[in-house]
């Protein structure tokens, strides 16, 4: 019998192949690197049922555009005349009001609370697996007035909408801290949350494939399809071509070229960030985001992970110090007994968030094909909502009924060809 193909070995490629090979259904990976490194092992590896908000919401323009004019900006956008950046650009407009994130709010949040529990069924099967899960929730620190008003605000359509979330004192925040001086007005907890270790889960979901007999071709570019009638029988890549039965897209930030090739539009764009490790010397216990300046820390027993930045452009991993230096510089604005060092360049991580212009991911069958599904755009959150997407894919492809809620308009692969 001929495989399923998955083309890209990011965190949602593997876990779809991990959820297709629980059925029995065989599967090959395709990646055109060597499945080490990719957006999916150096990120903040938050599990995040909070991120209940899209990207492209109201307000966003207006804060993008203040930013767009500092070099160590959380976000920016290189403008450039560039025919599907202003697309992009113009959808996400289109996209950032409130009858459209009032849309997303409770499918991300049951997508999400979904993921989490798939996370800890995962843990549960195989408890000999360390990925350093930590189910210990997220503080949003914050320091200024008008951030509070926002987190309030934020706290409390996050509870409307049937998330525990909590606003806590500087005194509160600091109690879940107690190692590090907090320099903070308050906090927003959100005690269902959790973070992981990404590269450790990535290299051991990996082995976990492998064991189970997933093949995994590395070092292939995926260049072009064979097609008859409705469905794709041969991925041609730069190593030769390979037959399929099936065949899955989920090339992050790349898959809207891929998707052009195979004759739909996938509007999709690159959102580089940065991530550098330091020692945990104080012994952080506690994932959290330091708001104003949109930085997140996430702690491991030897380690914290600092990350940021979203700088909109064409996939590329170059290292803009700059930007580095803005995340940088507020680690001890929140933490200032913290004892940080500038890293070298070659140890800051910079990886390529696969960005819908609407924040929401494109989640099952490609338009024009019986054979052919899309698992691609998750943004900030690949590593939160991996698990539910494979689970999907698995389900669609398998044809079980998913819940309808879930496999929502807002995911479909199809809906900016209409
Ligand atoms: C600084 C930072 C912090 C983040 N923090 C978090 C977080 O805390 N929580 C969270 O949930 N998310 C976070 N993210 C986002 C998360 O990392 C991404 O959403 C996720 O990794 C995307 O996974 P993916 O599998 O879709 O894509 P990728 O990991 O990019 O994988 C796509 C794969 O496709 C392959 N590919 C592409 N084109 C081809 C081709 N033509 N042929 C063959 N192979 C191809 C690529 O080589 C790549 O391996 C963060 C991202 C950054 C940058």
Known sequence: MMDTVIVGGGIVGLFTAYYLQK???KVT?????NFTESCSTGNAGMIVPSHIVPLASPGMISKGIGWMFSSKSPFYIHPRLDKELIKWCYYFYKASNVSQV?????????FSLQSKALYLDFQTEHAQLDFSLQPKGLLMLYQSKAAEVEETAFASLAQKSGLNAEILSKEEAQKLEPNQELNIRGALYFPDDAHLDPAKLYGLLKTVLIDSGVRLIPETVVTGFEKWGRKVNKIISDKGSFTCNNLII???AWSGALAKNLGFTLPMIGGKGYSFLQPNLSNLKQATILTEAKVTQSPYADFVRFGGTMEISKP?????????QGIFSSIQKYYPGLSVVFPEKKAIWSGIRPCSPDGMPYIGPAPGYD????GAGHSMMGVSLAPATGKMLTDLLVGK????VLHHMLFDVDRYNK
Do not use: H, M
């Open 23 to 25: 059925k029995g259904i």
């Open 102 to 110: 009032s849309k997303a709010v409770p499918v991300l949040k049951d």
């Open 401 to 404: 009924k998913v819940d309808p």
């Open 29 to 33: 990976i395709i990646d055109k690197g």
């Open 250 to 252: 989920c090339t992050g």
């Open 371 to 374: 054979n052919v599904w899309v």
């Open 316 to 324: 590329n991993t170059e290292i803009n110090l700059n930007r580095v």
